[in-house]
């Protein structure tokens, strides 16, 4: 789905348009990296990539600074206008190639079979069908093709997982650019078929109160189809 003119002669809206989140996240996201340690955790989302990458919401390009130099080429969705800009920013300051494009996880503008890992960094939580885009994530994966995460999810015992419920059902995907808390994505990546590699769970912040944003999973699934042996 790219930005397009429409038949009228109008320019098609972006299918995800947060402005005012988008200037929060850019801002909040950068102090993140020194203050909750984030910079630490896309280091080793990322440690051992290499061959072509595709990036799901890339944001406001992050992740694009920790490549390893193995990687060939990373191709960067984000549906976000104000986020693509940055991320296009971004990925001129890095020496991995990084190539932005408009498009959303459920219809990825790209071929089946393309690339060799797929990232998924803090965005399950904000697409619209995490089925769909799990489904579209397998397509574009080459068989054996490796998808790393690190998202945030349902966790922290039962009166945390019904303040997350409720945040979900009110205020929170209004505030947080469709965000939600709630939501299993370990769960999502094995009920899309993925075969589940190491994992570990995360708290952001790892000391200091529980946030119902907290409890994150950092980890590694594959898309089914070469010899376990094969793989690194
Ligand atoms: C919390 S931000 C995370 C950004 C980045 N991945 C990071 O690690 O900082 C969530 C991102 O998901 C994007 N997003 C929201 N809905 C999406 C969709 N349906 N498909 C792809 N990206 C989406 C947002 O625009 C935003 O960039």
Redesign the pocket.
């Known amino acids: 789905m790219r930005l397009s003119s429409a038949g009228s002669g109008t320019v098609a809206r972006s299918p995800?348009h947060?402005p005012l989140f988008a200037r929060y996240?850019a801002r909040l996201?950068v102090g993140a990296e020194t203050r909750l340690g984030m910079a630490g955790i896309r280091e080793r989302l990322l440690a051992g990539l290499s061959g072509r990458v595709i990036e799901?919401?890339?944001?406001?390009g992050?992740?694009f600074g920790h490549y390893p130099a193995a990687v060939a080429e990373v191709v960067a969705?984000?549906?976000?206008p104000l986020?693509r800009k940055l991320a296009l920013e971004s990925a001129l300051r890095v020496p991995v190639p990084v190539d932005v494009v408009p498009g959303?996880?459920?219809a990825l503008p790209v071929k089946s079979e393309a690339f060799d890992a797929a990232v998924l960094?803090?965005?399950l939580c904000?697409?619209?069908d995490v089925t769909r885009?799990l489904g579209e994530v397998r397509r574009v994966l080459r068989p054996g093709g490796e998808v790393r995460f690190f998202e945030h999810g349902r966790g922290g015992g039962r009166m945390m997982v019904l303040t997350q419920r409720t945040l979900d059902r009110t205020l929170w995907p209004a505030m947080s650019?469709?965000?939600h808390l709630a939501r299993d994505p370990v769960a999502g990546l094995r009920d899309a078929g993925f075969e589940l590699g190491p994992q570990r769970r995360v708290l952001l912040p790892e000391r200091g109160p529980r946030l119902p944003t907290s409890y994150c999973a950092l980890g590694t699934a594959w898309r089914p189809g070469e010899p376990a042996g094969r793989r690194p």
């Open positions: 995800v947060h996240y996201s799901i919401g890339a944001g406001n992050l992740n969705i984000e549906p976000e986020l959303v996880a459920e960094s803090l965005v904000s697409v619209r885009a650019g469709g965000c």
